[in-house]
């Protein structure tokens, strides 16, 4: 990441590699608060099987369920520094909507102030899921953009842009 900001020349970033939560903790703890907020979570990757197949060996629904409490508390610790009127976009590499579509759900639960936008990618992209299996999630989901491997020659993406409402 840090490479590509220095490549595009933006100066007004800071990139880190610490531990997300306990980084939100100290930052909000200072009274840091920012306007934008990218959280790009780490996941099982499913996204990629297209070009790393060894993904595909890792993959077991355990992992995706510890993937999923993990990056439930790290959105909702980044949601925390987020000023009003401020956006955050949450995304990943994978397709399994429950480190997905269930993560912004349970922000959007915490948070009646946060709402998902919809935004326009320049490729093919699909909503989000509305209901995966036996869950129902927020109806605003349908903003969010799924990016499917064979729609454009590429890997597989989940964004979600949302607003805290100011």
Request: proline share 4%.
């Amino acid at each position: 990441m840090a490479a590509n900001l220095e490549r595009m020349g933006v100066t007004n970033t800071i990139v880190t590699r610490h531990d997300a939560v306990q980084l939100c903790k100290r930052l909000y703890e200072r009274g840091f608060r920012f306007d934008k907020i990218l959280v790009d979570a780490p996941c099982s990757g499913e996204g990629t099987l297209r070009s790393s197949p060894k993904t595909f060996l890792m993959w077991n629904i355990h992992g995706i369920e510890k993937l999923s409490r993990q990056q439930r508390i790290i959105l909702l610790s980044a949601v925390n520094l987020l000023k009003e009127g401020g956006e955050i976009v949450y995304s990943t590499c994978t397709h399994a909507p429950e480190e997905n579509e269930r993560i912004v759900h349970a922000a959007l639960e915490k948070y009646p102030d946060l709402k998902v936008e919809k935004i326009q990618l320049p490729l093919k992209t699909r909503p989000g899921l509305e209901a995966w299996e036996k869950e129902k999630y927020d109806l605003s989901l349908k903003y969010a953009c799924r990016v499917y491997p064979q729609d454009n020659d590429s890997e597989g993406f989940f964004v979600c842009k949302m607003r805290r409402k100011g």
